[in-house]
């Protein structure tokens, strides 16, 4: 494992990357849609939210099958 991306609610805590990443010796970041594709203007602020980011992957890749 090289990085450890967070999603959801849980990726907002604040500075939990930077406090776990130097103890795994990875890379550690939260992860909003926005990281991941493009977004068109007008969604760039809900876009950059993490606790997103599992839906929209839902939506992208068809999870609900």
């Known amino acids: 494992v090289q990085r450890l991306l967070f999603i959801g609610g849980g990726a907002g805590v604040n500075e939990f990357g930077s406090y ?32 997103l980011t599992m839906a929209v992957g839902l939506a992208q890749f068809g999870g609900g099958r």
């Open 20 to 51: 776990l990443g130097p103890r795994l010796g990875v890379e550690a970041r939260a992860t909003a849609p926005s990281d991941l594709m493009e977004s068109p203007a007008e969604l760039l602020g809900k876009a950059g939210n993490p606790a």
